[in-house]
């Protein structure tokens, strides 16, 4: 295809390899024109061979020009080269050689000229299509023959030539046309000067071809020819080229031939007239070579011209393209001689001369524009005229031509004045009528002319249309038309009113009113009355007669006097009380509907204007508290009362300033410089005045030390009225945190970003600590603890050594790294004493020395640790080093023991723990279970040596108790009470709040000695969502419960006693919008909706204003619905009222009657049914859902049911100690439908108290140990090693649902002391006869989430009440039941216990189910707490306990491979109680013969009671039978189940410690009571997120029962089984 456009269409031709395209049936060509003008041509092949490859180009052509393009297309075949013209290049252009190469593929395409490859000159290109371009041609060089090589086989080409000859254009010499005038003669040449022979030269002029003739000729030669012409004239005139022609180009040379002629006239000027007032041409027209410049010169005057003046060329008077003078308009001194002279520079001048004569046509020369005439007067109108006589003079009344003879009331008169005609016509009276345009025309036989003349016939106005705009209660507002004002301006008005019940003699006046006024407003009206009013108008001629009298009535009025005793009272820093009267009666013009408080800032700087807020009149006195003031500024108040009408006149301005407050800003540029090694000095300058809040009283500095541990020091502050302090008495070398503050009357400010300071380097302390030991018979080891006050960075350690009684008078000095903290001193004496002491070095110098100690070397070494006890303290999930370095011969042999109440638990090692080569234990990722008494003993040969490390494991606080303590329109003020700090100073709260709707949570940190926090900024009448949470080092505490509040304000109302409607006509209606109350909130918008009635489309408008608002655009006498809603942030209040416009005449339309008919009736019954209809059905369908359920539930119950009693049945079989009298087994009962799961023993249920009870559940595996006399317990078990907090046992606001209701009552008034992150558990009152327990423990294990929160879960439990009802109050569904027994069910298939029943006994001790649909029972725990944490803590809506006894030590390893229940550490009484196969050395270790029950070496034992002595008023004693236990209730209380609280750690799955089953009686001295086993088990993550419920908590698999015997050590096996 191939498209071109130009214009004409060019046609399109194709070529193939330079050759025209033969039409035959295997090629085809069309074309045609597409809309806009472009040219399409198709070649179609058909069938294509290998010789239609090639070069194709397409060629368009039109007669301007011509353009081509053309492309290469390869046909598949042989190839071969087509044969080749000849070629005829032209020497200085370029030529393109195409090889004509055909067939496809080939590899290449060569050219060669006499055997030489091209290119081989920078004039030659070879392109990679094969064709040879030769560029600027020259004739010697590149002319000869061309070969074309392709290459179509590597070995193979083929060739084909062609011949180029190069041709040399003719070149033609430059020649030129001399001046030429006429009648010369005239010879030009054109010679050509090179170029191929032949030549061939001819002759064009204008673009025809010159013959000879007609005085040109024509003489050729071999290379030249001339041009010759006789005689010249103006035909010669012309463009005359010459052109050379040979085989090679075609040139040519064009010259301009110009002839010059003189000038002379074509039309010649002759005398002629001329008009006045007319345009008029004097003829006048030359020609010639060049074109002639004409002249045109006037001379005045009628007779022989004297002398001829140009003519000054001006718009009147102008040359026209042809020479004739145009002037366009002829005046009378236009009049005499023209002379139009030509010339050109050829020849002589030529110049002809003519008459102008003006004629006169006929002209009004005087006439009035504009007259005027009184009605009923004569009056004269005149008209004078001039011209060439005859003249005629004719009037005309508009169109209308004047006839005195028909019309009586006129009359013409005509007469001669010289050269001018006055015509007069007269007017006989003057009336309305002829205030038109009257005309005078006069005619000659030249023209006419005419005049026109306004007359104006003046009377007294008519009067004016007058109608009443708005009436208001003391004025009204008039407009007036004026229709006629008589012709005559209007000088004024004047308006005329009276009550309507006087005559007009009575009358008051508004006079003189100017007359470019339309409307007025009479004032100075009394409210409410009736008027009646008229009006006049006037102009020069008189007044008009009265308007039409119209009747109106006044409104109510605004209110005339304002409040009276207004009074201010400040009630805080924000706020002011406003309190006033009401205005006079006389002057309230009405019911006092409200007020309006305006208040301003009076302070400097303040734009002074007053802000609003409306209030609604309750009586005669009101009372009004301004909010959200600024601090301590000064107020100016004003109030204004209003009604219906309007707001009367404000009060005078009363001032009052805010109380004092703290200042918003902390002190600025607060600057520490550290001084000494116990001074610092600190400095700043004074807040902005602005952020005072009231007088400045002085500043306070907050400064506490921040240790290398990450704990705090004690928070110290200092006061002062300067601003700079000095600190003295700062511990050395230490790192401080500093706040400056400012403060007021008020209290304290805002404190300043906390600035670090380090105290200066000074000499250390004395070490904390000195040990020496004989380490050999002549050397010793001396160790030492740090200087617990470094005061800088330790360098060294200088170790004195001296003999007392060697003579020496100095001591030796050794020195060690600051690193290593023991030395070993040799070279000793040995039965000689030794001094030793230390002491620290720093930068500043040698510290303190510690006390010295004696030591004498021994020949025997006896085990000695030189490492330190005391206590550790470090952060969770930390790895922590317990040192025990120990010296002695042979080599101590070290190990490491934990307490456990009277017991010590060997440490062994594990992924959790490790020890050392050289004694340390590495503890890893400790937690809060790993908090305790740790003993380390080192034993040789000749003796053993013993410390005790106490290690804290600090832990995230718990959460601070939340709650709201004052809210505001835009304000919330929160307090809470912090919780346990974790064992880690609390570092400051991060306080979240969000919108109620909202998830967006903002964060406000908040520091830690603060106990409220005021939210400001807040949206009125918005609820907000709150939550805090303490930070400590450790990190974030738990997040505080959730609570809600609302800042104060509501949506908008409207008032019912407001009216809303103060005016309504045809087409408008003003409302009154301040019945709106904004309810505390500012009003945002106001959306007004109304349409008539009958219309579904509503028209909207909105507003933000609150006073009023206009309806236009109403239709007449039609019923509107209109409904209202007005928003602020509080929300959005609705109102919708219905209103009438009038009639056109100003009448009401009556109400639209409703039509009820039957049909009413039916849907009113219809609107009735449907609901009550929806709602039967809702609960039909409930019921069915329901009891299928119910249903599904209960045959789960019966299943799980059987399975459980099987497994109970297999539980109550006779263990290896017979027991006396009747079984002892629990007795389960089943209430159905309602279902209520009691374990019972044969006595029943003993009653303790008016509404408390326990259930006793008999102990058998101790039975043997059991004193027949009655004793009492009530113990409190805790975890021995972590801080302590006093408290009660339970405090009640924190139990959760979903645990006994009855228990609460009972433990309201017992106070024991409470640990948080320790197990705890109660061993309540057991019968004289019967030892028993009711056991009530639970353990958890909680995860947390986002790295930040650690959640932990307190559970209770309790035994149930022995009132049936009490019971069944704390029951839960069928389903929860069922699922307490297939858990059950599963732990039993799990452990196998078919093969380990033989071996151990399990009973359930306790279940009881609460109910999860009483009020008490719901779920406390919010849902955004929950989501804090990766394992949330529910309620327990019931909970069941199944306790076991360990198996025979000669059964251990049939234990191997199989689950056993985790085992709790026995306390020493019970050890000493247990059955004699359970005191075997695969459970304890052997005992001593001469103890009771040894469990540690003698000093290993008084060491512990020592450091347990710590500890002792902490803890409930087990006392005497008969001695009430110190700090518990009465023996009589009911048995309780404490907070369980355990730390969530990564790590392992493993087993949750379990508590205690019971206890033995007393010993006859105060023992520990029970201790669980937590540093022997570690604390499972429980992997189901029913807490309690997994199979792995219940069970754990074990490699080896003696093993894991040796591990847990021996006693009753206890699980607390909850279901949540």
Same mark, same amino acid.
């Given at each position: 295809?191939?498209?071109?456009?130009?214009?004409?269409?060019?046609?399109?031709?194709?070529?193939?390899?330079?050759?025209?395209?033969?039409?035959?049936?295997?090629?085809?060509?069309?074309?045609?024109?597409?809309?806009?003008?472009?040219?399409?041509?198709?070649?179609?092949?058909?069938?294509?061979?290998?010789?239609?490859?090639?070069?194709?180009?397409?060629?368009?052509?039109?007669?301007?020009?011509?353009?081509?393009?053309?492309?290469?297309?390869?046909?598949?075949?042989?190839?071969?080269?087509?044969?080749?013209?000849?070629?005829?290049?032209?020497?200085?252009?370029?030529?393109?050689?195409?090889?004509?190469?055909?067939?496809?593929?080939?590899?290449?395409?060569?050219?060669?000229?006499?055997?030489?490859?091209?290119?081989?000159?920078?004039?030659?290109?070879?392109?990679?299509?094969?064709?040879?371009?030769?560029?600027?041609?020259?004739?010697?060089?590149?002319?000869?023959?061309?070969?074309?090589?392709?290459?179509?086989?590597?070995?193979?080409?083929?060739?084909?030539?062609?011949?180029?000859?190069?041709?040399?254009?003719?070149?033609?010499?430059?020649?030129?046309?001399?001046?030429?005038?006429?009648?010369?003669?005239?010879?030009?040449?054109?010679?050509?000067?090179?170029?191929?022979?032949?030549?061939?030269?001819?002759?064009?002029?204008?673009?025809?071809?010159?013959?000879?003739?007609?005085?040109?000729?024509?003489?050729?030669?071999?290379?030249?020819?001339?041009?010759?012409?006789?005689?010249?004239?103006?035909?010669?005139?012309?463009?005359?080229?010459?052109?050379?022609?040979?085989?090679?180009?075609?040139?040519?040379?064009?010259?301009?031939?110009?002839?010059?002629?003189?000038?002379?006239?074509?039309?010649?000027?002759?005398?002629?007239?001329?008009?006045?007032?007319?345009?008029?041409?004097?003829?006048?027209?030359?020609?010639?070579?060049?074109?002639?410049?004409?002249?045109?010169?006037?001379?005045?005057?009628?007779?022989?011209?004297?002398?001829?003046?140009?003519?000054?060329?001006?718009?009147?008077?102008?040359?026209?393209?042809?020479?004739?003078?145009?002037?366009?308009?002829?005046?009378?001194?236009?009049?005499?001689?023209?002379?139009?002279?030509?010339?050109?520079?050829?020849?002589?001048?030529?110049?002809?001369?003519?008459?102008?004569?003006?004629?006169?046509?006929?002209?009004?020369?005087?006439?009035?524009?504009?007259?005027?005439?009184?009605?009923?007067?004569?009056?004269?109108?005149?008209?004078?005229?001039?011209?060439?006589?005859?003249?005629?003079?004719?009037?005309?009344?508009?169109?209308?031509?004047?006839?005195?003879?028909?019309?009586?009331?006129?009359?013409?008169?005509?007469?001669?004045?010289?050269?001018?005609?006055?015509?007069?016509?007269?007017?006989?009276?003057?009336?309305?009528?002829?205030?038109?345009?009257?005309?005078?025309?006069?005619?000659?036989?030249?023209?006419?002319?005419?005049?026109?003349?306004?007359?104006?016939?003046?009377?007294?106005?008519?009067?004016?249309?007058?109608?009443?705009?708005?009436?208001?209660?003391?004025?009204?507002?008039?407009?007036?038309?004026?229709?006629?004002?008589?012709?005559?301006?209007?000088?004024?008005?004047?308006?005329?009113?009276?009550?309507?019940?006087?005559?007009?003699?009575?009358?008051?006046?508004?006079?003189?009113?100017?007359?470019?006024?339309?409307?007025?407003?009479?004032?100075?009206?009394?409210?409410?009355?009736?008027?009646?009013?008229?009006?006049?108008?006037?102009?020069?001629?008189?007044?008009?007669?009265?308007?039409?009298?119209?009747?109106?009535?006044?409104?109510?009025?605004?209110?005339?006097?304002?409040?009276?005793?207004?009074?201010?009272?400040?009630?805080?820093?924000?706020?002011?009380?406003?309190?006033?009267?009401?205005?006079?009666?006389?002057?309230?013009?009405?019911?006092?509907?409200?007020?309006?408080?305006?208040?301003?800032?009076?302070?400097?700087?303040?734009?002074?204007?007053?802000?609003?807020?409306?209030?609604?009149?309750?009586?005669?006195?009101?009372?009004?508290?301004?909010?959200?003031?600024? #601090? @301590?500024?000064?107020?100016? =108040?004003? !109030?204004? &009362?209003?009604?219906? %009408? *309007?707001? $009367?006149?404000? +009060? /005078?301005?009363?001032?009052?300033?805010?109380?004092?407050?703290?200042?918003?800003?902390?002190?600025?540029?607060?600057?520490?410089?550290?001084?000494?090694?116990?001074?610092?000095?600190?400095?700043?300058?004074?807040?902005?005045?602005?952020?005072?809040?009231?007088?400045?009283?002085?500043?306070?500095?907050?400064?506490?030390?921040?240790?290398?541990?990450?704990?705090?020091?004690?928070?110290?502050?200092?006061?002062?009225?300067?601003?700079?302090?000095?600190?003295?008495?700062?511990? #050395? @070398?230490?790192?401080?945190? =500093?706040? !400056?503050? &400012?403060?007021?009357? %008020? *209290?304290? $400010?805002?404190? +300043? /970003?906390?600035?670090?300071?380090?105290?200066?380097?000074?000499?250390?302390?004395?070490?904390?600590?000195?040990?020496?030991?004989?380490?050999?018979?002549?050397?010793?080891?001396?160790?030492?603890?740090?200087?617990?006050?470094?005061?800088?960075?330790?360098?060294?350690?200088?170790?004195?050594?001296?003999?007392?009684?060697?003579?020496?008078?100095?001591?030796?000095?050794?020195?060690?790294?600051?690193?290593?903290?023991?030395?070993?001193?040799?070279?000793?004496?040995?039965?000689?004493?030794?001094?030793?002491?230390?002491?620290? !070095?720093?930068?500043?110098?040698?510290?303190?020395?510690?006390?010295?100690?004696?030591?004498?070397?021994?020949?025997?070494?006896?085990?000695?640790?030189?490492?330190?006890?005391?206590?550790?303290?470090?952060?969770?999930?930390?790895?922590?080093?317990?040192?025990?370095?120990?010296?002695?011969?042979?080599?101590?042999?070290?190990?490491?023991?934990?307490?456990?109440?009277?017991?010590?638990?060997?440490?062994?090692?594990?992924?959790?723990?490790?020890?050392?080569?050289?004694?340390?234990?590495?503890?890893?990722?400790?937690?809060?279970?790993?908090?305790?008494?740790?003993?380390?003993?080192?034993?040789?040969?000749?003796?053993?040596?013993?410390?005790?490390?106490?290690?804290?494991?600090?832990?995230?606080?718990?959460?601070?108790?939340?709650?709201?303590?004052?809210?505001?329109?835009?304000?919330?003020?929160?307090?809470?009470?912090?919780?346990?700090?974790?064992?880690?100073?609390?570092?400051?709260?991060?306080?979240?709040?969000?919108?109620?709707?909202?998830?967006?949570?903002?964060?406000?940190?908040?520091?830690?000695?603060?106990?409220?926090?005021?939210?400001?900024?807040?949206?009125?009448?918005?609820?907000?969502?709150?939550?805090?949470?303490?930070?400590?080092?450790?990190?974030?505490?738990?997040?505080?419960?959730?609570?809600?509040?609302?800042?104060?304000?509501?949506?908008?109302?409207?008032?019912?006693?407001?009216?809303?409607?103060?005016?309504?006509?045809?087409?408008?209606?003003?409302?009154?919008?301040?019945?709106?109350?904004?309810?505390?909130?500012?009003?945002?918008?106001?959306?007004?909706?109304?349409?008539?009635?009958?219309?579904?489309?509503?028209?909207?408008?909105?507003?933000?204003?609150?006073?009023?608002?206009?309806?236009?655009?109403?239709?007449?006498?039609?019923?509107?619905?209109?409904?209202?809603?007005?928003?602020?942030?509080?929300?959005?209040?609705?109102?919708?009222?219905?209103?009438?416009?009038?009639?056109?005449?100003?009448?009401?339309?009556?109400?639209?009657?409703?039509?009820?008919?039957?049909?009413?009736?039916?849907?009113?019954?219809?609107?009735?049914?449907?609901?009550?209809?929806?709602?039967?059905?809702?609960?039909?369908?409930?019921?069915?859902?329901?009891?299928?359920?119910?249903?599904?539930?209960?045959?789960?119950?019966?299943?799980?049911?059987?399975?459980?009693?099987?497994?109970?049945?297999?539980?109550?079989?006779?263990?290896?100690?017979?027991?006396?009298?009747?079984?002892?087994?629990?007795?389960?009962?089943?209430?159905?439908?309602?279902?209520?799961?009691?374990?019972?023993?044969?006595?029943?249920?003993?009653?303790?108290?008016?509404?408390?009870?326990?259930?006793?559940?008999?102990?058998?595996?101790?039975?043997?140990?059991?004193?027949?006399?009655?004793?009492?317990?009530?113990?409190?078990?805790?975890?021995?090693?972590?801080?302590?907090?006093?408290?009660?046992?339970?405090?009640?606001?924190?139990?959760?649902?979903?645990?006994?209701?009855?228990?609460?009552?009972?433990?309201?008034?017992?106070?024991?002391?409470?640990?948080?992150?320790?197990?705890?558990?109660?061993?309540?009152?057991?019968?004289?006869?019967?030892?028993?327990?009711?056991?009530?423990?639970?353990?958890?294990?909680?995860?947390?989430?986002?790295?930040?929160?650690?959640?932990?879960?307190?559970?209770?439990?309790?035994?149930?009440?022995?009132?049936?009802?009490?019971?069944?109050?704390?029951?839960?569904?069928?389903?929860?039941?069922?699922?307490?027994?297939?858990?059950?069910?599963?732990?039993?298939?799990?452990?196998?216990?078919?093969?380990?029943?033989?071996?151990?006994?399990?009973?359930?001790?306790?279940?009881?189910?609460?109910?999860?649909?009483?009020?008490?029972?719901?779920?406390?725990?919010?849902?955004?707490?929950?989501?804090?944490?990766?394992?949330?803590?529910?309620?327990?809506?019931?909970?069941?306990?199944?306790?076991?006894?360990?198996?025979?030590?000669?059964?251990?390893?049939?234990?191997?491979?199989?689950?056993?229940?985790?085992?709790?550490?026995?306390?020493?009484?019970?050890?000493?109680?247990?059955?004699?196969?359970?005191?075997?050395?695969?459970?304890?270790?052997?005992?001593?013969?001469?103890?009771?029950?040894?469990?540690?070496?003698?000093?290993?034992?008084?060491?512990?009671?020592?450091?347990?002595?710590?500890?002792?008023?902490?803890?409930?004693?087990?006392?005497?039978?008969?001695?009430?236990?110190?700090?518990?209730?009465?023996?009589?209380?009911?048995?309780?189940?404490?907070?369980?609280?355990?730390?969530?750690?990564?790590?392992?799955?493993?087993?949750?410690?379990?508590?205690?089953?019971?206890?033995?009686?007393?010993?006859?001295?105060?023992?520990?009571?029970?201790?669980?086993?937590?540093?022997?088990?570690?604390?499972?993550?429980?992997?189901?997120?029913?807490?309690?419920?997994?199979?792995?908590?219940?069970?754990?698999?074990?490699?080896?029962?003696?093993?894991?015997?040796?591990?847990?050590?021996?006693?009753?096996?206890?699980?607390?089984?909850?279901?949540?």
């Amino acid at each position: 295809m191939c498209a071109a456009k130009g214009a004409p269409p060019p046609t399109v031709t194709w070529a193939l390899d330079d050759e025209p395209i033969p039409r035959d049936s295997g090629h085809r060509s069309n074309q045609y024109t597409m809309s806009d003008g472009t040219t399409v041509s198709h070649m179609n092949v058909s069938g294509p061979q290998i010789k239609d490859g090639g070069v194709y180009r397409c060629t368009a052509r039109n007669s301007v020009g011509s353009a081509e393009y053309q492309a290469r297309i390869n046909v598949r075949g042989p190839p071969s080269i087509r044969a080749m013209k000849n070629i005829t290049a032209v020497a200085g252009r370029d030529t393109f050689i195409n090889c004509r190469v055909i067939g496809y593929p080939y590899y290449s395409i060569k050219w060669y000229k006499d055997s030489l490859l091209l290119p081989d000159n920078h004039r030659q290109v070879v392109f990679e299509n094969g064709t040879l371009k030769l560029m600027d041609v020259q004739k010697g060089m590149d002319e000869g023959e061309y070969l074309c090589s392709v290459l179509i086989q590597p070995q193979l080409s083929i060739s084909q030539s062609v011949h180029v000859t190069v041709k040399v254009p003719p070149l033609i010499q430059p020649f030129e046309f001399p001046p030429a005038s006429i009648g010369q003669l005239l010879y030009i040449p054109c010679v050509v000067s090179s170029g191929d022979m032949p030549i061939h030269i001819t002759w064009r002029k204008d673009g025809h071809v010159i013959l000879s003739g007609s005085g040109v000729t024509i003489e050729s030669k071999e290379f030249m020819s001339s041009l010759q012409i006789s005689s010249v004239s103006l035909k010669h005139n012309g463009n005359y080229t010459c052109i050379a022609s040979n085989d090679a180009a075609t040139v040519s040379r064009e010259r301009q031939l110009i002839v010059r002629v003189p000038p002379r006239f074509v039309v010649q000027p002759n005398n002629q007239d001329g008009i006045y007032g007319k345009a008029g041409v004097l003829n006048c027209s030359v020609d010639g070579y060049p074109p002639p410049k004409v002249m045109w010169k006037h001379a005045k005057g009628s007779g022989n011209p004297q002398q001829y003046h140009p003519i000054p060329l001006t718009g009147r008077i102008q040359i026209l393209p042809n020479s004739s003078l145009l002037i366009r308009h002829v005046l009378e001194e236009d009049i005499g001689y023209y002379l139009c002279q030509a010339s050109n520079g050829v020849g002589t001048d030529i110049s002809k001369s003519m008459f102008l004569t003006v004629k006169i046509p006929a002209m009004i020369t005087s006439h009035p524009n504009t007259t005027i005439a009184i009605k009923g007067q004569t009056k004269e109108l005149n008209c004078t005229a001039r011209g060439e006589r005859p003249i005629i003079i004719r009037w005309e009344k508009g169109d209308t031509v004047i006839d005195p003879d028909r019309n009586m009331r006129y009359a013409i008169t005509t007469k001669d004045n010289g050269d001018e005609v006055i015509s007069t016509l007269k007017l006989k009276p003057a009336d309305r009528g002829d205030s038109v345009f009257f005309s005078c025309h006069a005619i000659n036989s030249y023209g006419e002319d005419r005049g026109l003349i306004q007359l104006t016939v003046q009377e007294p106005p008519d009067p004016p249309e007058l109608e009443i705009r708005e009436v208001k209660a003391r004025s009204m507002n008039l407009r007036w038309t004026q229709r006629f004002d008589g012709n005559s301006i209007i000088t004024g008005f004047d308006i005329e009113y009276k009550n309507k019940s006087d005559s007009w003699d009575f009358k008051q006046s508004t006079r003189n009113i100017s007359p470019t006024i339309n409307q007025a407003n009479i004032v100075d009206l009394h409210p409410a009355s009736v008027y009646s009013i008229r009006m006049y108008s006037f102009n020069k001629i008189g007044r008009s007669e009265p308007s039409k009298e119209l009747t109106i009535s006044t409104e109510e009025a605004a209110p005339d006097g304002p409040p009276m005793d207004v009074t201010l009272q400040p009630i805080t820093s924000q706020s002011i009380q406003v309190t006033w009267k009401a205005p006079k009666k006389e002057l309230q013009n009405g019911v006092i509907r409200g007020y309006q408080i305006g208040y301003r800032e009076n302070s400097p700087g303040s734009n002074g204007q007053y802000s609003i807020v409306e209030m609604k009149a309750t009586g005669d006195s009101e009372v009004y508290t301004l909010d959200n003031l600024k #601090k @301590f500024a000064q107020y100016g =108040v004003v !109030v204004q &009362a209003f009604n219906r %009408a *309007g707001t $009367g006149p404000s +009060s /005078s301005e009363i001032n009052a300033t805010t109380l004092e407050d703290v200042p918003s800003q902390p002190p600025e540029n607060v600057r520490a410089i550290s001084i000494t090694s116990d001074v610092a000095v600190i400095s700043w300058s004074e807040p902005p005045r602005s952020t005072l809040n009231g007088v400045l009283k002085g500043y306070r500095v907050i400064f506490w030390s921040l240790y290398m541990d990450g704990e705090w020091g004690e928070m110290q502050n200092i006061t002062t009225t300067r601003e700079r302090v000095e600190l003295r008495g700062m511990e #050395k @070398f230490t790192n401080y945190s =500093v706040q !400056v503050l &400012a403060y007021t009357q %008020a *209290g304290d $400010g805002v404190r +300043s /970003s906390v600035l670090y300071i380090q105290t200066k380097e000074d000499i250390p302390g004395p070490p904390a600590g000195i040990k020496a030991v004989p380490s050999s018979a002549s050397s010793v080891v001396v160790s030492w603890l740090p200087p617990a006050k470094p005061n800088g960075i330790i360098r060294k350690y200088t170790i004195f050594c001296s003999s007392p009684g060697s003579g020496q008078p100095a001591p030796s000095e050794y020195e060690t790294s600051p690193d290593q903290l023991f030395y070993r001193i040799a070279h000793l004496n040995r039965g000689q004493q030794y001094l030793l002491w230390v002491a620290a !070095v720093t930068s500043a110098g040698r510290g303190n020395i510690s006390e010295k100690v004696t030591i004498e070397p021994a020949g025997k070494a006896p085990a000695k640790i030189i490492s330190f006890g005391g206590t550790v303290t470090t952060p969770w999930m930390k790895d922590v080093r317990l040192p025990c370095n120990s010296v002695g011969e042979p080599v101590p042999a070290i190990k490491w023991t934990k307490d456990s109440e009277d017991s010590a638990i060997p440490v062994t090692v594990d992924g959790h723990r490790l020890i050392q080569a050289n004694g340390t234990l590495v503890l890893r990722s400790v937690k809060a279970e790993d908090s305790g008494y740790y003993t380390c003993t080192a034993t040789n040969t000749w003796g053993f040596d013993t410390i005790i490390i106490n290690l804290l494991v600090q832990v995230p606080p718990d959460q601070p108790r939340l709650t709201v303590s004052k809210t505001s329109a835009s304000s919330i003020t929160l307090a809470w009470i912090p919780g346990d700090n974790g064992g880690s100073s609390i570092r400051g709260f991060v306080l979240q709040y969000s919108v109620d709707n909202s998830e967006e949570w903002k964060d406000v940190f908040i520091s830690s000695s603060e106990r409220s926090f005021k939210l400001e900024s807040l949206k009125c009448g918005t609820w907000y969502k709150v939550k805090l949470a303490a930070k400590n080092s450790v990190g974030a505490g738990r997040i505080s419960e959730i609570i809600e509040a609302k800042t104060h304000g509501r949506e908008p109302s409207f008032s019912k006693d407001q009216h809303l409607f103060t005016h309504i006509n045809s087409t408008h209606a003003r409302l009154n919008l301040q019945g709106w109350s904004s309810g505390g909130c500012p009003i945002t918008a106001i959306v007004l909706e109304y349409r008539p009635k009958g219309n579904w489309v509503w028209q909207s408008l909105r507003t933000n204003s609150s006073s009023e608002v206009f309806l236009t655009e109403l239709r007449e006498a039609t019923w509107y619905e209109l409904r209202m809603k007005a928003c602020n942030s509080a929300g959005c209040g609705n109102e919708t009222a219905q209103f009438a416009t009038l009639d056109y005449d100003g009448s009401t339309i009556p109400p639209i009657k409703s039509a009820q008919g039957e049909g009413d009736d039916v849907k009113k019954l219809f609107t009735i049914a449907c609901p009550v209809i929806l709602a039967t059905l809702g609960v039909a369908l409930l019921f069915i859902i329901r009891k299928k359920r119910k249903e599904k539930r209960l045959k789960r119950l019966r299943d799980a049911k059987s399975l459980a009693e099987m497994l109970i049945s297999k539980n109550n079989r006779s263990f290896d100690t017979p027991v006396k009298g009747p079984p002892q087994g629990p007795r389960l009962h089943i209430d159905i439908p309602r279902v209520q799961l009691l374990i019972e023993d044969k006595e029943g249920i003993k009653q303790l108290g008016d509404d408390k009870a326990t259930i006793p559940v008999t102990d058998t595996e101790f039975s043997q140990a059991v004193n027949p006399q009655s004793f009492c317990t009530g113990v409190s078990l805790h975890h021995p090693a972590l801080i302590q907090n006093t408290g009660p046992l339970i405090d009640m606001s924190d139990i959760r649902p979903g645990t006994n209701p009855v228990s609460r009552k009972s433990v309201k008034s017992a106070h024991s002391t409470r640990n948080r992150y320790s197990s705890q558990w109660t061993l309540t009152k057991c019968q004289a006869s019967t030892p028993a327990r009711t056991l009530t423990s639970d353990w958890r294990t909680v995860g947390s989430q986002h790295g930040i929160t650690v959640t932990e879960s307190d559970s209770y439990s309790a035994s149930l009440s022995q009132d049936t009802d009490k019971g069944r109050n704390s029951m839960v569904s069928t389903e929860s039941a069922s699922s307490t027994y297939e858990e059950l069910a599963r732990a039993y298939e799990h452990a196998k216990l078919e093969e380990q029943l033989q071996h151990a006994k399990f009973e359930i001790t306790e279940c009881f189910i609460s109910d999860s649909s009483s009020d008490q029972m719901t779920t406390g725990t919010t849902d955004n707490a929950d989501s804090m944490t990766s394992m949330s803590t529910p309620s327990e809506p019931g909970i069941c306990r199944f306790t076991a006894s360990p198996p025979k030590p000669q059964d251990s390893e049939r234990g191997k491979g199989v689950a056993v229940p985790i085992p709790h550490r026995a306390s020493k009484s019970d050890y000493c109680n247990l059955p004699l196969y359970v005191k075997s050395e695969a459970f304890f270790r052997k005992p001593d013969a001469h103890e009771p029950c040894p469990v540690v070496p003698p000093r290993e034992a008084s060491i512990r009671n020592l450091a347990r002595a710590y500890h002792a008023q902490a803890r409930h004693m087990t006392l005497e039978p008969g001695a009430k236990p110190l700090g518990l209730p009465p023996p009589a209380s009911a048995a309780t189940t404490l907070p369980q609280r355990t730390l969530p750690m990564p790590g392992p799955a493993g087993p949750a410690p379990a508590p205690a089953a019971g206890t033995a009686p007393a010993p006859p001295v105060p023992a520990e009571p029970p201790v669980p086993a937590g540093a022997a088990a570690e604390a499972r993550v429980p992997t189901h997120s029913k807490v309690g419920g997994s199979r792995d908590s219940l069970l754990e698999m074990s490699t080896s029962g003696v093993g894991r015997s040796q591990k847990q050590g021996a006693g009753a096996y206890s699980k607390s089984y909850t279901l949540v």
